[in-house]
């Protein structure tokens, strides 16, 4: 680890395809306490639960998509994500840019 993050609580880094098992775990985790505070939440099916990691790995394999994890910088334990959109819009005064489609934190 570099030494420029030493002294850091946490780390946001990309993610890579070894952490999908830790994206898909806290997702789940998500998606139920959701519905435990709200049981009127529209909940996913079975299909979807069963292709998270698919879709995890296609996000980070997307050259247009980006996945960022966020870690303790002690335990490496994996606690929040951000998953983002690279837009190019002609139209727009600044080309580039990531739209933030889903972020939380464990």
Same mark, same amino acid.
């Given at each position: 680890m570099?030494?420029? $993050?030493?002294?850091?609580? $946490?780390?946001v880094r990309k993610a890579e395809s070894n952490d999908i098992s830790d994206l898909v775990r806290m997702r789940l985790a998500l998606q139920q306490h959701m519905?435990?505070?709200n049981g009127?939440? +529209?909940?996913h099916s079975e299909?979807?639960?069963?292709?998270?990691?698919?879709?995890y790995s296609r996000q980070i394999d997307n050259r247009h998509s980006?996945?960022?994890?966020?870690? %303790?910088?002690r335990t490496e334990q994996i606690i929040?994500?951000?998953?983002?959109? +690279?837009? %190019? %819009?002609?139209?727009?005064?600044?080309r580039r840019y990531v739209k933030i489609n889903d972020v939380w934190v464990n």
């Open positions: 570099s030494s420029n $993050f030493e002294n850091t609580l $946490f780390v519905e435990k505070v009127r939440i +529209l909940k299909a979807w639960e069963l292709g998270l990691n698919a879709f980006i996945v960022l994890v966020a870690s %303790d910088n929040g994500m951000a998953l983002g959109t +690279l837009i %190019d %819009d002609p139209d727009m005064k600044i």
